[in-house]
């Protein structure tokens, strides 16, 4: 049975979490799976922002799992974890879950599946701190796979300068392993078939997809070294791959975009505009100071904000999809960029729906989202101006590989297969117009073209 995947926790990630609470939690207690220690402290920070109920003196574990250490670095330095696990009471799962559901934040089906074996195979190793970032109780002796065995490691006890493993300095060295080289050497075990050392370049050509600059099938090996077209079908000059940020879901592009704009602007009460389902406006609500909703996306509720404008009230950003899901709704995108010029706020579209063949809303937005597994088949956030600066500093990669080399393999028929679907969807629309039956809300083939340059 299929099942949207933001509504239900896939099968393979709470296998994942039972395991790591088997090993390391209570009865009484659950955990959480995210890509990164960074997303794990925002975790940690929601539960205790949203819940009253927490208790002063709760403390939530996070548990990082790490590759074996590489010996050819000092002991100490830093490892970066390729899952990081949030531990807390089973009272707070209903928090747990809101902050999954609405950020976007959680690990990949395939992610989940790949590290519990890796994680079982004693290829993955814990690191564990609690909330306040103290080390937690050293666990005991570790020894990696079989494989890549040659001598025992040892971990330092709390009060020694670092958690980390520690290695015998006669013990021949083994090769640097990254996140993306673990996860290599899980498909070579498990025997997937996926040549992961190509996970970068398959990014590479995700991006320059997204950009314009790459509508043909290309040799993985030399994505690097395709040209630009000397026309973008973007319309924005200068842009390319490198304003193109990937996000491992949807709803993690806008949640990020949401909390980049924040570290950028301040905090800002945002507008949420012509949004039919409420998870955009949970993000602007739970993670800022608010959200002005507007159902709508009506001229009249752009009348209502330009008049909220003009008496001082100060917005972030106004959030809004081109056109809307499901009544293919258009905003009015001139008029809007018009209003965010003269009162400095930011202009974020999801361009999901109409995708970036059919429409070219860049030049009207800061900030353009795509749920890349729509139509594309992922995210995306693309940035331009001096916010290019503040994105830099503040994305994390989180995209798993293994996520990544599928994605451009679907991808690669995307412009044939998208003239497919317009011819579909051109049929269904006109079958519809002439049935008795039919009284399609609106004719977004013509209206788009009011509210933008297509």
């Known amino acids: 049975m299929g099942m949207f995947r933001r509504f239900f926790v896939d099968r393979s990630i709470t296998s994942f979490a039972a395991t790591l609470v088997e090993k390391y939690a209570t009865p009484d207690e659950w955990a959480t799976l995210l890509p990164s220690h960074a997303i794990a402290m925002r975790f940690v920070s929601f539960c205790h922002d949203q819940s009253r109920s927490l208790e002063p003196n709760t403390v939530l574990k996070i548990i990082d799992l790490v590759p074996c250490a590489d010996p050819t670095k000092e002991a100490g330095a830093p490892v970066d974890p390729v899952i990081s696990a949030v531990v807390y009471p089973r009272r707070y799962s209903a928090i747990a879950k809101s902050f999954w559901q609405h950020s976007g934040e959680g690990i990949s089906s395939r992610r989940a599946e790949l590290c519990h074996q890796a994680f079982i195979d004693n290829f993955l190793m814990p690191s564990f701190k609690d909330d306040n970032g103290r080390n937690g109780a050293p666990f005991g002796p570790f020894k990696g796979p079989r494989r890549y065995q040659k001598g025992t490691v040892t971990i330092a006890t709390e009060r020694e300068p670092s958690s980390e493993p520690v290695w015998d300095a006669s013990v021949p060295r083994e090769p640097n392993r990254n996140t993306d080289e673990c996860a290599q050497f899980v498909e070579e075990r498990y025997g997937r078939n996926l040549d992961l050392s190509l996970a970068r370049n398959a990014k590479l050509a995700i991006r320059k997809r997204i950009a314009g600059g790459l509508t043909a099938d290309v040799d993985l090996k030399t994505t690097a070294e395709v040209a630009y077209p000397s026309i973008s079908i973007r319309q924005v000059p200068g842009f390319s791959e490198d304003d193109v940020y990937l996000y491992p879901s949807g709803m993690s592009s806008i949640f990020n975009t949401h909390r980049i704009m924040m570290a950028f602007k301040g905090k800002l009460k945002s507008v949420c505009f012509g949004f039919v389902f409420t998870k955009p406006a949970s993000i602007l609500e739970k993670w800022g100071p608010g959200?002005?909703?507007?159902?709508?996306?009506?001229?009249?509720?752009?009348?209502?904000?330009?008049?909220?404008?003009?008496?001082?009230?100060?917005?972030?950003?106004?959030?809004?999809?081109?056109?809307?899901?499901?009544?293919?709704?258009?905003?009015?995108?001139?008029?809007?960029?018009?209003?965010?010029?003269?009162?400095?706020?930011?202009?974020?579209?999801?361009?999901?729906?109409?995708?970036?063949?059919?429409?070219?809303?860049?030049?009207?937005?800061?900030?353009?989202?795509?749920?890349?597994?729509?139509?594309?088949?992922?995210?995306?956030?693309?940035?331009?101006?001096?916010?290019?600066?503040?994105?830099?500093?503040?994305?994390?990669?989180?995209?798993?590989?293994?996520?990544?080399?599928?994605?451009?393999?679907?991808?690669?028929?995307?412009?044939?297969?998208?003239?497919?679907?317009?011819?579909?969807?051109?049929?269904?629309?006109?079958?519809?117009?002439?049935?008795?039956?039919?009284?399609?809300?609106?004719?977004?083939?013509?209206?788009?073209?009011?509210?933008?340059?297509?």
């Open 291 to 454: 959200c002005q909703f507007y159902g709508n996306g009506s001229d009249e509720d752009l009348n209502d904000l330009e008049r909220r404008c003009a008496r001082g009230e100060k917005f972030l950003a106004l959030f809004c999809e081109f056109p809307g899901n499901p009544l293919l709704k258009c905003p009015d995108l001139r008029r809007i960029r018009a209003l965010a010029d003269r009162f400095d706020f930011a202009v974020i579209v999801d361009e999901t729906i109409g995708n970036f063949l059919n429409i070219h809303v860049l030049p009207h937005a800061d900030v353009v989202v795509s749920s890349l597994t729509k139509v594309f088949s992922g995210d995306s956030n693309v940035m331009g101006g001096s916010l290019k600066n503040t994105m830099d500093l503040e994305y994390e990669d989180n995209y798993w590989a293994e996520d990544a080399l599928f994605m451009e393999r679907n991808s690669r028929d995307f412009v044939g297969r998208i003239a497919r679907i317009n011819r579909n969807a051109e049929a269904i629309c006109n079958c519809l117009k002439a049935s008795k039956f039919g009284e399609p809300t609106s004719d977004t083939s013509l209206k788009a073209t009011e509210f933008i340059d297509s």
